[in-house]
């Protein structure tokens, strides 16, 4: 999916479970939206293509340009450290993505409810905030979710398992490309309107609700997938 697409799903979800929590004073609620939003688009990491990786790090081509720049600047001794460490901070950053892109693919170990727990803790940790933690679980999980419905699917149980699963029947999964097309606005229509829930139901009911509408979808995709192998010679 879209870095788009991740954006309004995991924005609507993220909103919905985060008013039925009784966060609503903007106060709270916005800071919260702005990690969940974060949150929804850092899986991607693992592919070169992400629109994450072009808002923190931008075009690779203005790494390898910035150090011969630095050396004809005329500019302080402050502004020269500045750029220094600017430079350094994207050059590190960008051998960390090769460093993940290297040891796991697309929609393997961060796209895996393990590593997500994981995350979800150490922001837990570091915030000790039970509003900021569920916003970040929430978009990390959405996320999760919204790719779910694609082609390829996720490797939801990593390292446990190395099964791609999905949310939707092999005819009706959505094929990912850079923009938008007719099937991601599908789904991006059925999970906002699934969130508008939350503003009728109580919070405990909508739970169940989201809860069910999961399981069943992942239900009724493994009896289409096992019905189509049946008839496969």
Known sequence: MTGTGHLLTSGSLATAILYSAGIRDSHHFLPA?????????????????????GLLVGREKRIQTDGPVLINTGHNLEQLVFRIMEWAARLSFCLGLWLIQAVTSHRGALHSAVIMVGLTAVVALLSRSITISLAFG????????????????????????????????????????????????????????????????PARWFVVCLATVIVGMHLLTLWADRRLQKKVP
């Open 138 to 201: 929430c978009g990390y999980a959405m996320h999760i979710l919204a790719d779910m419905t694609t082609r390829r699917g996720v490797l939801l149980w990593w390292p446990l398992s190395h099964r791609y699963f999905h949310l939707l029947p092999q005819k009706w999964r959505i094929r990912s490309e850079r923009n938008l097309a007719l099937a991601e606005l599908q789904i991006i229509l059925f999970f906002t309107g699934l969130a508008s829930l939350a503003f009728f139901l």
């Open 33 to 53: 939206l702005a990690v969940a939003l974060g949150a929804a688009l850092l899986p991607d990491l693992d592919t070169g293509t992400s629109t994450i990786k």
